[in-house]
């Protein structure tokens, strides 16, 4: 009686099942698709309320339920990608056979566009808080041992806070802890853990109070949200990267990920746009890995450079562009990735498609 029943075949609509031990309830998604991975489920369990939201390309489908009884705090999931099925292990907390698996709660079983499902958040404690630059910090936040949230590459959450007694919400893009071109293991942060680089403006509304916070704190994290998809960088063989300030952010997993996972990759080549030498994130980090990686090459371009000869002096132009966008061989599969202040970014979308490449070729972030 738990499961909606498939009667068609061409039926997509995902299904549910659930059954248990004397010790544990598990829970089934029949998602009916293929090539699922683990960043595609997101679980949630909150004062006895189990949330499971499955990212089905651009659709979403939720299961929701009010648990008949307590579990445990901490939560398997399981992923068979090849059939499209996930299984989330629940443990008991009283060994008592359950009846049915919950009361269904708002939206459950509803299988609706990402979009429309509109941001669900949990509360995630501040660990450690250390210093990138004058004004940038690392922050890292643990997430609930009942909380299953794995954040893409190139996708950024939202935090939320509550200033002089109004909601604000503000996107950041979680970063790796290092730049690695050894990024073979997967680090025991991951997962578990969310680390994000974030700039404090003195005059600012949202980031100053997010500096206020002590180690210890919580604060709302939200799903992940963004456009952009492996598969843009999966055969690619020139990548190219415009980063402004912290626009660095998501060029930092990006890199991680093609440097060790796209086989088919020559070169990778990070322009990175600051004021002055001393907001350069990740300096040294990013020499070093230009070190190891033959493939990796970083420019630095200052727009208010403090001293004479550090670096190339500028902002982002048509002709810096031309030079520095330059295929490795005739037809190679490029990407460029654009990432910085709205009127950046806007530029050298511009520039790019004026120096003639496509739509395809060319990303962006933004939110
Ligand atoms: P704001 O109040 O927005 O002010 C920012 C600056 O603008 C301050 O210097 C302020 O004095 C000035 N300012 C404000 N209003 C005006 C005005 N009307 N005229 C002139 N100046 C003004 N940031 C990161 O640090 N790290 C990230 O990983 C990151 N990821 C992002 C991902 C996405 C998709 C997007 C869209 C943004 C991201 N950002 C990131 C930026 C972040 O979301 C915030 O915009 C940033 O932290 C500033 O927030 P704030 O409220 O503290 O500052
Ligand atoms: P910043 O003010 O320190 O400027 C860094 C560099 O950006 C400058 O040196 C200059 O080269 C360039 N720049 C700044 N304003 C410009 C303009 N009007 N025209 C052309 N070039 C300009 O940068 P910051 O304070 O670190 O701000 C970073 C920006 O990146 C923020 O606006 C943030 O919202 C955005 N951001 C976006 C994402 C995303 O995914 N969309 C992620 C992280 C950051």
């Not at 520095?324 to 460029?336: E, G, N």
Request: proline share 4%; aromatic share 8%; hydrophobic share 35%.
């Amino acid at each position: 009686k738990n499961k909606v029943l498939d009667t068609s075949s061409k039926d997509l609509t995902p299904s549910y099942d659930w059954f248990q031990t004397d010790h544990l309830v598990t829970v089934v998604i029949y998602t009916k698709q293929k090539g699922m991975n683990s960043e595609m489920v997101i679980v949630d369990h909150q004062d006895g309320r189990l949330r499971v939201d499955s990212i089905l390309r651009d659709y979403s489908y939720l299961l929701h339920i009010e648990l008949s009884y307590a579990v445990q705090e901490d939560i398997t999931v399981h992923i068979a990608e090849k059939v499209g099925k996930v299984e989330i292990v629940l443990k008991k907390k009283d060994n008592i056979p359950w009846s049915k698996l919950g009361q269904p709660l708002e939206s459950h079983s509803s299988f609706i566009k990402c979009t429309d499902r509109g941001l669900c958040y949990r509360r995630c404690k501040l660990i450690s808080k250390t210093e990138v630059t004058h004004d940038t910090k690392l922050f890292c936040l643990m997430l609930p041992q009942s909380t299953h949230l794995q954040v893409p590459v190139g996708h950024h959450v939202y935090l939320k806070q509550i200033i002089a007694g109004t909601e604000i919400v503000k996107p950041y893009t979680p970063v790796s802890c290092s730049l690695k071109s050894d990024f073979k293991e997967p680090s025991h942060y991951d997962g578990t853990h969310l680390i994000l680089m974030i700039k404090i403006y003195p005059n600012g509304l949202f980031t100053p109070e997010l500096d206020h916070l002590q180690i210890g704190d919580y604060i709302s994290v939200s799903n992940s949200e963004g456009s952009f998809k492996k598969s843009q960088v999966q055969t690619l063989e020139d990548l190219f990267l415009l980063a402004a300030g912290t626009g660095f952010t998501p060029m930092v997993k990006l890199l991680n990920y093609v440097l060790t996972n796209v086989c088919s990759l020559r070169t990778v080549k990070l322009m990175f746009f600051n004021k002055t030498e001393d907001d350069i994130l990740w300096r040294n980090q990013l020499e070093q890995l230009a070190l190891k990686d033959k493939r990796f090459e970083v420019q630095f371009i200052l727009s208010e450079p403090k001293k004479e000869g550090t670096g190339k002096q500028g902002k982002i132009s048509s002709s810096l562009l031309s030079e520095f966008v330059k295929r490795s061989k005739k037809d190679s599969k490029i990407l460029i990735c654009v990432c910085g202040p709205a009127p950046f970014t806007e530029q050298g979308i511009q520039f790019l498609q004026n120096l003639g490449y496509s739509k395809e070729e060319v990303h962006s972030f933004t939110a």
